[in-house]
Structure formats: C-alpha cells, structure tokens
C-alpha cells in the first residue's frame, strides 16, 4: 500500500464550480498536512497548511483533515481559471523531516 | 516574500560527468533539502540538512550524490558521474518551522 494516495485527474470543471481534491494516507506518524499548487516545470507553491482534524479556511481556499480516516481534502470555491495547475498534497512528520508527497491532481478550470 | 533561489535553472550535461546545482534557502531557516521529480512522476525526497551535517536521506540518495552548505547561504547537490535516469527536476527546499516549508523553482537537468 503507498503512503499517500491521489487521484492524479485529470479534473475540468467549469469556472465557478467547487473543486474537491483528496488524499488518503495509511502511515499514522504524519503530523501536519500541506496542500502545494504547481505549475508545469516550476517549484510547488504552499497552499495551505494544517496539522490537527478539522477545517481550515484562507479564502476561497478550505482544507480538511480527518485523522481517524487518514483522509485530507482541498476544496476550491469559486474556481477560476488561474486555478488551473497541479495540486500536490504532502504529509509530515516533524519540522525537520521529509515530506511525502501524492501524486498530485491536475486542474483545469475552463471559462 | 523571501524565495528560495536555485541557479541554473536548466542544466544539460553528458552521461558521466558531474554537475553540482545550487541553493541559497531562506536566510533565517534551518533545516535544508533536496527534492527531485521526474518528468510525469511525483515528487521525491531525497535529503535533508540541519546544522551541518545529513539529518535524513531516502534510498535514491547513493555515493554518487553528495550535499555541502560552504558558507552561511549557500547550499548545493553534487552528482559525481550523472546517468540518464538522473534526468529531473532538483527542488531545494527549507524550513524554520512547520508553517514555512518553501521550495525553489527548481533545476531542470537534462543528461544525454
């Protein structure tokens, strides 16, 4: 079984619709979860970050964590055009360990 | 914003010979790594630095790599004799605390 799991899409939705990305995870020692956005052949780009269960909002921008399912979610309201790119989750243990990463979702939001 | 900054950008070099790619991490961060991802696969640990010395390192990372931080903002990945499968982009990232995982934009090598 891999360590993190995603869906790599491809996903297009129309402009203003609510985008669901997810991860699902089986190592229970991950701590804090991040969501990267990427575009092709540049450096991911933090989106967000959380460590406990629960929702966390920035914008039209919410991430959710659900540890007893080890189950983590971005969603995406008011999708845009710009938001097209890849969007990478990764998973932590510690400040200074490694990150791991899903195999991330590739967006497309058409206007 | 502060960046974490990787020169060259694109890098093409020969099966064989060595390549070094550079990093200058956030100034006040203290923890260091590299990152690669091969084209259409995800990204990939490969090592990480704290006070000097290797503080982790995955599978990928044999003798052929090697990482050094020379002087107080420079941080750099050696590859001593580059094979074809090293083909990738090469992410540095660093971090202070939780919240600031910040990564470059990457160093595009290509080995033919």
């Known amino acids: 079984q891999k360590e993190v799991e995603q869906d790599p899409g491809p996903l297009s939705v129309p402009e203003g619709a609510i985008v669901s990305l997810n991860c699902t995870y089986s190592?229970?020692?991950?701590?804090?979860f991040m969501w990267y956005r990427q575009y092709s052949r540049k450096g991911p780009e933090l989106l967000m970050y959380t460590y406990s269960s629960g929702n966390k909002e920035d914008g039209r921008f919410t991430a959710q964590v659900d540890k007893s399912s080890k189950y983590i979610s971005l969603f995406i309201r008011d999708s845009q055009p710009s938001d097209s790119a890849t969007y990478l989750c990764a998973l932590g243990g510690t400040s200074g360990s490694r990150l791991t990463f899903g195999e991330g979702t590739q967006l497309t939001v058409n206007p | 914003e502060p960046e974490v900054t990787q020169t060259p950008s694109h890098q093409v070099t020969q099966m064989g010979q060595e390549v070094i790619l550079r990093c200058v991490p956030i100034s006040n961060h203290l923890y260091f790594y590299w990152y690669r991802q091969i084209l259409g696969q995800k990204v990939e640990f490969l090592v990480s630095f704290y006070n000097n010395e290797i503080s982790e390192k995955s599978e990928i990372f044999d003798d052929q790599f090697s990482v050094e931080r020379p002087d107080g903002s420079n941080f750099t990945l050696k590859i001593r004799s580059t094979k074809l499968e090293d083909s990738a982009m090469y992410f540095c990232?660093?971090?202070?605390?939780?919240?600031?995982?910040?990564f470059g934009s990457g160093t595009r090598l290509t080995v033919v």
């Open positions: 190592n229970s020692a991950f701590q804090y």
């Open positions: 990232a660093s971090n202070r605390d939780l919240y600031g995982y910040t």
